[in-house]
């Protein structure tokens, strides 16, 4: 199994799948879908640095469901599942259920 550990303020996000049937019950197929914007953290660096060098605590922990920019992140498959490796400052927002 392979072990990803982001550096700096990156985030490792595994995005959620949206809902594929319309609330009329029309099916909507993968290529019409949209791209997710909302994933769960998976794991996440220590922080970026600040002008003097102290490392600034990251925000969101691992576990947290969060929305990110749409085209934010870079694609990576890691276990053959697609994952997005973000910058902190391209999570919107933390997703409380």
Same mark, same amino acid.
């Given at each position: 199994?392979?072990?990803?550990?982001?550096?700096?303020?990156?985030?490792?996000?595994?995005?959620?799948? #949206?809902?594929? +049937?319309? %609330?009329?019950?029309?099916?909507?197929? !993968?290529?019409?879908?949209? &791209?997710?914007?909302? =994933?769960?953290?998976?794991?996440?660096?220590?922080?970026?640095?600040?002008? #003097?060098?102290? +490392?600034? %605590?990251?925000?969101?922990?691992?576990? !947290?469901?969060?929305?990110? &920019?749409?085209?934010? =992140?870079?694609?990576?498959?890691?276990?053959?599942?697609?994952?997005?490796?973000?910058?902190?400052?391209?999570?919107?927002?933390?997703?409380?259920?």
């Amino acid at each position: 199994m392979a072990k990803i550990k982001p550096l700096a303020d990156y985030l490792l996000i595994e995005p959620l799948a #949206k809902e594929t +049937t319309t %609330p009329s019950g029309i099916v909507i197929p !993968d290529t019409a879908k949209e &791209k997710p914007q909302e =994933g769960k953290i998976i794991a996440t660096g220590p922080g970026k640095k600040d002008d #003097k060098g102290n +490392t600034v %605590p990251m925000e969101v922990k691992v576990g !947290d469901i969060v929305m990110y &920019k749409k085209w934010g =992140g870079t694609e990576i498959k890691v276990e053959g599942k697609e994952h997005l490796l973000v910058k902190e400052e391209d999570v919107l927002a933390i997703v409380e259920k």
